[in-house]
């Protein structure tokens, strides 16, 4: 049996630039989380040098790149930025 994905919360900046994207953009969005929620730690550490930092990752698809962070206790991630360079 696979374990429950985590929850996604988006923080207000990455929630604003959600917001801006158009709908392609948005969808791509909602696919990436979904794979992070189904595996967190299944994209690349946001910054390999940070020993304490493994916890905050990063996921990029073409022009859309997506920063999360892994809340263990919480069981849940929470969306800090998305940039797209559309």
Same mark, same amino acid.
């Given at each position: 049996m696979n374990p429950p994905s985590y929850a996604v919360r988006v #923080?207000?900046?990455a929630a604003k630039a959600l917001d801006s994207l158009p709908e392609?953009?948005?969808d791509t969005v909602w696919?990436?989380?979904a794979a992070a929620a189904a595996d967190p730690w299944g994209f690349q550490q946001f910054d390999a040098d940070d020993d304490e930092g493994e916890d905050v990752r990063y996921a990029a698809v073409g022009q859309? #790149?997506?920063t999360y962070w892994?809340?263990?206790p919480l069981h849940s991630l929470t969306v800090l930025n998305i940039i797209w360079l559309g």
């Open positions: #923080s207000a900046p392609h953009a948005v696919d990436i989380l859309l #790149s997506v892994i809340n263990r």
